[in-house]
């Protein structure tokens, strides 16, 4: 099966491109002290269903909810709790896909809870230094390039600001299904790997660590944390790949 759509195909990832785009606002409006990870799920339900779209992580190999929500030292995959309670100074990956007219659309960022200036500066660089690596990726995404130039556009950004990569989720081809082929690591060398296309969509997520690359998973199948407990910052976006350059259908 060819990786590349069509124009028509695009037109469509754009709609939910943008429908996920305005959940993830809304629900970043929610990430306040003393708001807790199920409310976030909460409001995250609601603009999927406001969209007239379709969770595309609920039931996915058995995940329980429509939201990641991964707090601090919580890498990826955080389950959305009503006992998980948000605090100003925290920062929380906020990850949500979506299924629109049979198109999935993917996207992450993390955010400071509550006033940013609570933050600490180091924790305030993370997630600069992880935008900017995914500005970097997405600014690789062009015909002609290769996907070894993506990842090691991302790994150098993130690596030159004083961060490490986590080396064990990678980003992904995305559209008819919400993964497609290829894999994109947030690691590797310029040059290496297949030939970027006209028509691929890419979905860039670069996870990166404050410390230590290092991951373990919770007890409940699916969050991963960082093993030395230090903070770690997710940012994604999915990407196509046009004649006229990256085109990042998640962003407004
Ligand atoms: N953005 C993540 C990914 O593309 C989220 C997947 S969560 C899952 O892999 F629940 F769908 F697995
Ligand atoms: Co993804």
Same mark, same amino acid.
């Given at each position: 099966m060819?990786?590349?759509k069509t124009p028509a195909e695009l037109e469509k990832m754009r709609r939910s491109g943008l429908a996920v785009q305005r959940v993830l606002r809304q629900v970043a409006a929610g990430a306040v002290p003393g708001a807790t990870t199920w409310d976030? $799920?909460?409001l995250a339900d609601a603009a999927i269903r406001g969209e007239?779209?379709?969770s595309a992580f609920r039931g996915y190999r058995g995940y329980p909810c429509v939201l990641c929500a991964s707090v601090?030292? $919580?890498i990826v995959h955080g389950i959305p709790s009503r006992k998980k309670l948000l605090r100003e100074g925290d920062v929380v990956s906020l990850d949500c896909g979506v299924l629109l007219d049979g198109y999935y659309g993917d996207s992450a960022l993390t955010v400071p809870v509550g006033d940013p200036a609570r933050v600490p500066g180091p924790v305030r660089r993370l997630l600069a230094a992880t935008q900017a690596a995914l500005d970097a990726g997405i600014a690789s995404a062009r015909v002609g390039n290769y996907l070894g130039d993506i990842s090691f556009a991302v790994q150098k950004k993130a690596e030159e600001e004083g961060f490490s990569v986590v080396r064990e989720f990678v980003g992904h081809g995305i559209g008819t299904h919400l993964h497609e082929e290829p894999q994109v690591p947030n690691y590797g060398q310029p040059g290496a790997g297949r030939r970027l296309r006209e028509g691929m969509v890419l979905c860039i997520e670069p996870m990166v660590n404050q410390g230590s690359p290092q991951v373990r998973l919770l007890e409940d199948g699916w969050t991963a944390v960082t093993s030395d407990g230090a903070c770690s910052a997710h940012f994604e976006h999915t990407v196509a790949i046009t004649r006229d350059g990256?085109?990042?259908l998640t962003r407004a």
């Open positions: 060819s990786m590349c976030l $799920e909460t007239g779209a379709q601090n030292d $919580e990256p085109w990042v």
